[in-house]
């Protein structure tokens, strides 16, 4: 047992997982910036205040999730590091005064979140989301853009099988009434409720709805839905994602139930799932409006709507589906030499190879030749640099590993060759 290890609820992610993360975060970053969205970095921490009023106090992510850091003696503010990016990306917004951008404001994050979790597969203190947030468009076509873009990033991930679950949740017109409406409806079982549902009936009823819990089916398969007593405006922006999406050929199941797990929520609210997986609290992604943050975190009202893409999530699907990348391939060249100890020949080949683009290692330890031709192999290199007495007259041989064919190539003229000939190989041509 080894004396130190991650943090629970913490992984190292080793080279040989890296590649799929690495292809998963330049696709975000692609996608993004096709659909418009402009990178922006936000701290890691924010004032404690950024998240307990963004996302409400009464949230399981506020009450027990938050990693709180403890402060300095000197330092009379409070901190803590960021569960979500979307109430940082606003205070940003607010403070750069970005509402004299050209509206909305597009931007996109990918980066670690943290939050103070109970660990299991796919539930992590620090996970890494793909964010994207359009600051100042009332929609509903923006809605609807949005919802695409997370299901066309799924699809270009690789991952088919996601389904998109869809809600509206009302905005401060009309949800008050059905927040009392659903209390009194929970009210007489009161008694009967599961404790964490007791206490969620006098502190955010709305969390009842999407109980995982199987004793609150029958109860919630009954209680009143807030689609069905939304206010005019919002029953029109409602039906007006639903006709957009539908225009754009996006699929989605209408879930009364879905009311996400943040307080910041107004009207269009929804998740993506792994079809099958709907019941195990294990959302693959997820957003919605949050027409009411910029004002509540001191801006002026301005309308909203964003997701979070869990990559953790995304890439444990894509290997329990088999999708995920092998490693990526080894370098191009290896430079080996004939003579073991002389290194600085062999590092001299390879920096000049590195500085012309070309991906290579050289053998920096004092084996044999036959060793190290053997390490090239195995490293899954398309060439050899062999290094020996030819180097006098400025020349090397160059092998071609799974072509098994050698020639003797001018020093000046070896990154040109290489290049030439591992691009021919790529494109089927073979090696000459
Ligand atoms: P969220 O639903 O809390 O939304 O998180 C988004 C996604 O992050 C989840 O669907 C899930 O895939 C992943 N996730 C959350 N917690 C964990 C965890 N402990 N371990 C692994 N993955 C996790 C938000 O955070 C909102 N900021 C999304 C948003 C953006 N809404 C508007 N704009």
């Known amino acids: 047992m080894p004396t130190y290890r991650a943090p629970r609820g913490t992984r190292d992610l080793l080279p040989t997982e890296t590649p799929t993360w690495t292809r998963l975060e330049r696709l975000a970053a692609d996608l993004a ?62 403070q750069h005064g970005m509402r004299t951008w050209p509206q909305p404001v597009k931007v996109t994050q990918t980066g670690p979140m943290f939050r103070y979790d109970r660990p299991q597969a796919g539930r992590y203190r620090q996970f890494w989301q793909f964010d994207v947030e359009a600051i100042g468009d009332p929609g509903p076509a923006v809605d609807a853009e949005i919802i695409e873009l997370g299901t066309r990033f799924y699809r270009e991930a690789g991952l088919d099988g996601v389904e998109v679950l869809l809600n509206s949740i009302g905005d401060a017109a009309c949800r008050p009434a059905y927040v009392a409406e659903l209390t009194a409806y929970y009210e007489p079982h009161r008694v009967a409720l599961p404790a964490i549902e007791r206490g969620r009936l006098d502190r955010n009823v709305l969390r009842l709805l999407d109980s995982k819990d199987p004793a609150m089916a029958g109860l919630n398969a009954n209680a009143p839905r807030m689609t069905e007593r939304l206010c005019a405006d919002c029953a029109e922006h409602f039906a007006a994602v639903r006709a957009h999406l539908d225009a754009l050929g996006v699929g989605y199941r209408l879930e009364p139930g879905l009311v996400r797990g943040l307080d910041y929520y107004t009207r269009t609210a929804f998740e993506f799932y792994l079809v099958g997986r709907e019941g195990q609290q294990q959302a693959i992604g997820g957003g919605g409006r949050y027409d009411g943050l910029v004002e509540l975190l001191g801006g002026r009202p301005t309308p909203a709507i964003g997701f979070g893409i869990g990559l953790d999530r995304l890439i444990l699907a894509l290997t329990e589906t ?86 003797v190539v001018a020093l000046a003229d070896l990154a040109r060759e290489i290049e030439r000939a591992h691009a021919a190989h790529r494109h089927g041509g073979g090696p000459d």
Request: glycine share 10%; charged share 30%; no cysteine.
């Open 322 to 407: 088999a999708q995920a990348v092998p490693s990526e391939a080894g370098p191009t060249a290896v430079v080996v030499g004939a003579d073991p100890d002389d290194t600085i020949a062999r590092l001299r080949v390879v920096t000049q190879l590195r500085a012309a683009g070309v991906g290579s290692r050289a053998e920096l330890g004092r084996r044999k030749l036959g060793k190290q031709l053997e390490a090239a192999a195995r490293d899954g290199a398309h060439f050899a640099v062999i290094l020996g007495d030819e180097l006098a007259d400025g020349n090397v041989g160059l092998r071609d590993l799974p072509a098994g064919t050698q020639k």
């Open 33 to 94: 910036a096709r659909y418009g969205y402009r990178r922006i970095e936000t701290p890691l921490f924010e004032q404690t205040d950024v998240f307990e009023r963004g996302i409400g106090e009464v949230t399981d992510v506020v009450e027990k999730e938050l990693f709180r850091l403890a402060p300095r003696t000197e330092e009379s503010e409070s901190w803590v590091l960021r569960p979500e990016p979307t109430a940082g990306i606003v205070r940003a917004y607010v």
